[in-house]
């Protein structure tokens, strides 16, 4: 599901600025910091909607989504308590609400909601409910709702994996303006981030 600004409208400059605003968002709201390597060059063309998650599916579509990029149902798990900051808009995704009643705040209290069922005025799309129906996504709502550190430690990690896919980070370091240096300049450009962000 896309949200957010049409990416093809949007320059390379403000695709890493908002994924660097994100990083910093999680952890000025309360949220772990995220091992972040800037320098990321993306293609500015999306694959087609059916690499990213639709909200309308269950876990069989997460899992087929994730697990095609390499990413594990603790990721799926992980990634989706990002929830917790912020809302949906009925513009950008057609769902409105927040997860949770601190939309503000990065905390677990997103897995807290989903464990008690129905709370009125909070979003539970499908694909959040579908995190409770699966017994290997289940595990680690019910461990992330009882325990924010090991919450926020594998957020973390998945943040970063995510952030990090097709992208080779000591390529960025050894090449401190970003863009690829000799080792990987000639490599496809990976879809861009923004394209699972919007």
Known sequence: MRLGVESSHRSRRERI???TYGVVAVEVTGGPTIDFVPGRKDSDICPKEGRLPNA?????????????????GKDIVA?????TLGRAHPERSGFDGPWTNEPLKFDNSYFVE???????GLLKLPTDIAL???????????????????????????????SELGFDPSSSR?????????????RKLQPGLHCLYG
């Not at 989903?114 to 009125?120: A, D, P, R, V, Y």
């Not at 461990?143 to 550190?149: F, G, I, V």
């Not at 050894?174 to 000639?186: F, I, L, V």
């Open 17 to 19: 600025l908002a994924s």
């Open 79 to 83: 990634l989706s308590g990002g929830h």
């Open 56 to 72: 309308t599916k269950g876990a069989p579509h997460l899992k087929d989504i994730f697990y095609r990029m390499g990413l594990s």
């Open 114 to 120: 989903l464990l008690k069922g129905e709370s009125e």
């Open 132 to 162: 409770m129906d699966y017994p290997e996504f289940r595990e680690y709502v019910e461990l992330y709702a009882k325990d924010e550190d090991a919450f926020f430690r594998d957020y973390a990690e998945s943040h970063k994996r995510l």
């Open 174 to 186: 050894s090449n401190p303006e970003g863009g690829a240096n000799n080792e990987n300049k000639d």
